[in-house]
């Protein structure tokens, strides 16, 4: 049995990022899943692992990780998944694209920031997913035409942004969002897709 251990939940946006990552660096791992709709991420044993209750987390290298964005840095310097470019500008301008979906839009359709403002209720969750939804991809395709048409978001290979993106198109798809309309995104989508380390992280 692997000693790396994956705390996960499978539609969590954040859990999604890391299962691609690890894929990518073809990392074996186990997955202990945290059931958010039932509240195990609340309980004492996973406030234990994680003291925000919060998933992912990550055991790994001897270390217990939290926060994908910091697991996803950890992963790309001790593995060079090469997920951001080499210079300093374009990993910055990467960084940017990235956390455009990981910072400003993810936290606001995280589902207890959705539930605490909508109660749970219909149709004001649908209507705060559309509302949300639509404004970050967006920008994030106007973001992209800082970058070169490729394969990927900023490069043939896939990086950090893709990452942070693809989990983002299946909240859209769950909750009803159209994007067909944004080129650049749709064609990183089917790169990604494409892509084995995408396929097996996939919720579904």
Not at 81 to 96: F, N, Y
Request: hydrophobic share 45%.
């Amino acid at each position: 049995m692997t000693d790396v251990v994956l705390w996960d939940y499978p539609k969590s946006s954040a859990s999604y990022r890391l299962r691609i990552a690890l894929n990518l660096a073809g990392i074996a791992y186990r997955i202990e899943t945290v059931n958010l709709l039932t509240g195990e991420h609340r309980s004492d044993a996973h406030r234990a692992r994680n003291p925000q209750g919060l998933v992912p987390v990550l055991d790994i290298d001897g270390l217990r990780l939290t926060q994908s964005l910091a697991i996803l840095d950890y992963l790309d310097e001790t593995r060079a998944l090469g997920l951001l470019p080499t210079d300093p500008s374009g990993r910055a301008q990467v960084r940017a694209l990235a956390q455009s979906i990981a910072v400003d839009l993810h936290p606001v359709c995280n589902l207890s920031v959705m539930l605490q403002a909508t109660g749970g209720q219909e149709p004001a969750r649908n209507d705060w997913m559309r509302h949300f939804i639509p404004i970050g991809l967006d920008a994030f395709e106007a973001l992209l035409t800082a970058f070169p048409q490729t394969a990927f978001a900023a490069g043939d290979a896939p990086g950090l942004a893709d990452i942070c993106l693809m989990p983002q198109l299946y909240n859209a798809r769950r909750w009803g969002v159209a994007y067909s309309h944004l080129p650049r995104i749709a064609a990183v989508e089917v790169a990604c897709n494409a892509h084995p380390a995408f396929q097996r992280a996939a919720p579904d």
